[in-house]
């Protein structure tokens, strides 16, 4: 593990700045890169979890299986970062479409303007 | 046991054939579409044989060693074959209704891919015994939600999809920094494994924290009550299949059966502080707000939305009170709300098809045209109202008789009001829109089509006999086992790993 | 768009191919080095992306590239579902097959059974997605036939 923890203190920081430019912010595409800073704040903190001090990377070599823990860092949560990165280019692409059409149809990237369902 | 990929296969197999097939024969996607659903309900028919023990699938053929799971595995107990269950075969509805019913939208191509991959990724997050596999397939239900929400693209419906989209996207994240910090809280990502390991450090504060991260997110998904505020947007915007999807399997599967699997089953829900007074609390306050705030409301679809909040409150509230009694009420009023709220909004989307409009002033007097959708529409309101003898009535008697045994005499009373108060906005649509005078813009309309009836009439079949789930034989089959793996609590893991 | 200016034309003839067999190099080790299939994937839109933005999108206007790309894209996700499914002939969903018929050293490039034909089709499905989603959003205008 990581020996200081203020490495996790700085990326959860990074996840409540993404997280008040969603709850904040007026214009559209504002709110999308919020929503695209918190997912790369996640990440950062599966990458960071990961780490073990006086590691490699996790590929094996000829007798490499003696004690892997003590070479290798994790490799589950790199897998888990190339995923979540997939999911959220997805998530993105699909957002940002939206808020070009959006723009189409009212003229405005401004939330404030774009209500016709209430109640 | 080799059938359980094939829930996933199946589906994305023919999603992925679609988009091909599609320039050959423009009928393709209905038969595909229709075919691969009808599939998947005989399958999950099949497997209620197998209710009663666990089975697991090793994917990759890669087996315990010293019973530690080291590759991904798909679990099947009693819980999983009733939601599977509910899944397939109500999706099997929504297709056949999509048939007619998209006509009047542009690609149906299109729609059936997305709706195949709706469904794979809702029986992925069913049959997922490690988180991740859980996330991947709530990120894919998630995604095709998203676009099918949006469908026919006019400005009401892209404005409601991008709230829906910015909340769920939210909600995706506090999830995954869960489960971040369960992988550094326990070393392992299984479900049944992390069981074991959390036994051992129940209430520490990194338990709490974890604990409290994945309830904001999966609350967010099931649209409970200070968290609910993209389902009256998103749920009317949707074309009626897909509204019928939403309210009676999305939010289900998504919200109320993760909550179930990880605090009843990972966690242990006696060990973590006064969580069963956090979902006590939740659910009566969605059950009291959004009944009040349908009563008010001028749009069919948006009423039956707002309902919707309301009855997954019961289904919370019974699961906050947490005895054996109440978990049989919340897993049978699960079932029967999901066949209700589809049979409800599916006659919404025949009343749109016919006239083309869901505002309740302007409708009236239906039932001289459309007599199959104004009795299926009965059947259904009251059965939700909780009339006896129809299904909702002996799952809310359930509920009442639960909360009273336990001693919570107030909420039981204010659960009674709040059936009275939905029995009044019941009969306020049934009122404005079916009976009264038709006024003179419809003087044309016709019956909808025969699939669309069809799916109706077995939908409202359902709806009244749903109360012999309960006897104690037919019980025994299929709500017997589910109601006994959200009580071994713990025992999971003992039971997945074979122990 | 309009493309841009001759210096720029020249240079992204010579680079884009070079990007391009970088992208499938990536892919191709994916189970030596960093890298695999969505990695690899990326480089290669990127390279056809680069194209577009220095010559201009007049010639991707046509209906045809986005049908292609969407083809590619459907076949590239089910050849990845043919072989988990082939995986069954030895009994499981997704087992290594090819490791059991013909094994390789380890650390050479014919080794680690389906890992190398997974990448492959990922790749070409990443890549030809991205392309279909850079098309749809910067080159075809609303209105015109998607």
């Known amino acids: 593990m990581i020996e200081s923890q203020w490495v996790f203190v700085l990326a959860i920081l990074l996840f409540l ?103 | 046991m080799n059938l359980l990929p094939l829930f996933v296969i199946m589906p994305l197999g023919s999603a992925f054939l679609l988009p091909v097939l599609n320039r050959l024969w423009k009928g393709f996607p209905s038969w595909i579409g229709n075919i691969a659903t009808a599939f998947l309900t005989g399958l999950s028919f099949w497997v209620i044989q197998y209710a009663a023990e666990t089975k697991t699938f090793a994917v990759g053929g890669w087996s315990l060693a010293n019973n530690i799971p080291i590759g991904i595995i798909m679990v099947m107990d009693g819980l999983t074959v009733l939601m599977l269950l509910v899944v397939n075969f109500i999706g099997f509805m929504a297709t056949l209704f999509s048939v007619n019913y998209m006509e009047h939208y542009t690609d149906k191509g299109k729609y059936f891919t ?5 469904i794979a990724g809702l029986n992925g997050v069913v049959l997922a015994g490690d988180l991740f596999n859980l996330f991947v397939f709530l990120e894919i239900t998630a995604i095709a939600s998203y676009s099918l929400v949006a469908f026919g693209v006019g400005a009401e419906e892209l404005e409601a999809s991008f709230k829906y989209q910015v ?42 924290f974890i604990g409290t991260l994945f309830l904001v997110g999966f609350a967010l998904k099931a649209a409970l009550m200070p968290f609910h505020a993209w389902l009256p947007d998103a749920h009317p915007s949707a074309p009626a299949p897909i509204s019928a999807m939403l309210s009676g399997v999305v939010i289900k599967v998504l919200g109320v059966y993760t909550l179930i699997r990880l605090f009843f089953n990972v966690f242990g829900v006696d060990t973590i502080v006064s969580f069963k007074e956090i979902l006590l609390f939740l659910g009566i306050l969605s059950m009291v707000v959004g009944g009040f705030l349908a009563l008010g409301q001028k749009d069919f679809k948006r009423l039956l939305a707002y309902s919707s909040i309301s009855q997954i409150g019961y289904v919370i509230f019974a699961l906050g009170i947490g005895s054996s009694l109440a978990i049989l009420g ?30 309740l002033n302007k409708l009236g007097g239906l039932y001289q045209k459309m007599p199959v959708t104004t009795t299926t529409a009965m059947v259904g309101s ?85 109360g012999i789930l309960l006897l104690p034989q037919v019980r025994d089959i299929l709500l017997g086992p589910a109601v006994q793996v959200v009580e071994n609590g713990i025992d999971y893991a003992k039971v997945v790993l074979g122990g | ?28 080790h994916g189970h030596l080095t960093p890298g695999g299939g969505f990695a690899g994937g990326v480089l290669m839109a990127g390279s056809f992306v680069l194209l577009i933005l220095a010559y201009g999108s007049d010639k991707v206007k046509s209906d045809s590239f986005k049908n292609r790309a969407s083809l590619l894209e459907s076949l590239g996700i089910f050849l990845f579902l043919f072989i988990a499914i082939m995986g069954f002939l030895q009994g499981s969903f997704f087992k290594n097959v090819f490791n059991e018929w013909l094994p390789g050293e380890s650390g050479e490039l014919w080794s680690a059974g389906i890992i190398p034909l997974c990448n492959i089709a990922i790749g070409v499905e990443v890549a030809a997605a991205l392309f279909a989603i850079f098309i749809t959003l910067a080159v075809l205008k609303f209105g015109e036939k998607l």
């Not at chain 2, 997305?114 to 709706?118: G, P, Q, V």
């Not at chain 2, 074991?196 to 520490?204: C, P």
């Not at chain 2, 003898?389 to 001693?407: Q, S």
């Not at chain 2, 025969?450 to 939908?459: A, D, K, N, P």
Request: aromatic residues 10%; proline residues 3%; contains cysteine.
């Open chain 2, 382 to 466: 009251l059965s939700i109202s909780g009339l006896p003898p129809m299904g909702g009535f002996w799952g809310k008697l359930v509920i009442i008789l639960a909360a009273i045994e336990a001693g919570h005499h107030i909420l039981a009373g204010i659960a009674v009001l709040i059936s009275i108060v939905t029995l009044a906005y019941y009969l306020k649509v049934l009122r404005m829109v079916y009976f009264g005078v038709l006024k003179k813009a419809f003087q044309n309309i016709r019956e909808v089509p025969f699939l669309m009836c069809f799916s109706m009439i077995v939908l409202a079949i359902l709806s009244i006999g749903l």
């Open chain 2, 114 to 118: 997305l709706f195949l991959l709706m």
């Open chain 1, 17 to 119: 700045i993404g997280l008040y430019g969603v709850l904040v912010k007026r214009n559209l595409i504002k709110i999308v890169i919020g929503l695209m800073i918190m997912e790369y704040a996640i990440n950062l903190v599966f990458a960071l979890i990961g780490y073990r001090s006086e590691g490699t990377s996790p590929i094996s070599f000829n007798g490499a299986e003696q004690n892997a823990a003590a070479i290798f860092v994790d490799p589950l949560p790199q897998a888990l970062v190339l995923t979540a990165i997939v999911i959220g280019l997805g998530t993105t692409a699909l957002l940002v479409s939206f808020a070009v059409r959006i723009f189409e149809k009212y003229d405005t990237f401004d939330v404030r303007k774009i209500r016709k369902l209430r109640g």
């Open chain 3, 1 to 28: 768009m309009r493309g841009m200016t001759l210096i720029v034309k020249c240079i992204t003839q010579l680079m884009a191919p070079s990007i391009l067999v970088l992208g499938i190099y990536v892919v191709f």
């Open chain 2, 330 to 359: 919340a897993l049978f009023y699960l079932i029967s709300h999901a066949v209700f709220k589809s049979l409800l909004f599916l006659n919404s989307g025949a009343v749109v098809y016919a006239t083309d409009s869901r505002d």
């Open chain 2, 167 to 208: 909340l769920g996207g939210t909600a995706s994240a506090f999830i995954l920094l869960g489960i971040a910090f369960f992988y550094h809280a326990t070393g392992t990502l299984n479900l049944a494994d992390a069981t074991n390991v959390i036994a051992g450090k129940s209430g520490s504060p990194e338990i709490l």
